[in-house]
């Protein structure tokens, strides 16, 4: 009786790995540029190293969104001009103490990070778009709105410095 359980154990264990690999297998997509495996089909990713610099990280993008990038890290730039820009968890970042606002290029939108309570303090300009958990998105069919990016950074700013 022991025997047969035991055998009963080990089929039952094999099958679910075969099942297992076989999902795994069947649900996984391979980047063709570095050949990395992932879960999503198209999955955004970087073919090799991250990038180091803002710059860099523009560069990598499509053709026809770098002018919008360039455009929305000189709002940034213009805005608080006494923050460090850099690359903090592969995204743009600009920092004082700790980090202010970030920005992400996605696959049909740039996402600009302020954080919750930005959100939640500019919540009234934001209806023309997409608003999740502190984050903006703002698709590339859409202008860049200079005036709003000005304020939320220079307001992101200003919460960093009274937390010193």
Known sequence: MIGSCRYITLI????FQFIKGYLKEKD????????RVFKRKNQ?????????????YIARQEKEIQ???????DIINKAI????????????????N????????????ISLYPGKEAVLFFHDHLSDYKV?????KILFTQPLP?????????WCYLQDINQE
């Open 81 to 96: 001009p006494e923050a460090k820009a850099t690359i903090a968890w592969g995204m743009p970042t600009w920092k004082n």
């Open 132 to 136: 999740h958990n502190g984050v903006i």
């Open 44 to 56: 955004s990713h970087y073919c090799g190293e991250k990038p180091t610099t803002i710059d860099e």
């Open 12 to 15: 039952s264990m094999w099958y």
């Open 98 to 109: 700790d980090n202010i606002i970030h920005f992400a290029v996605n696959k049909n939108d």
């Open 146 to 154: 200079e005036k709003l990016i000005t304020k939320i950074a220079k």
């Open 28 to 35: 996984m997509w391979q980047c063709p540029k570095c050949k």
């Open 67 to 73: 002018p919008l990038l360039i455009e929305l890290k």
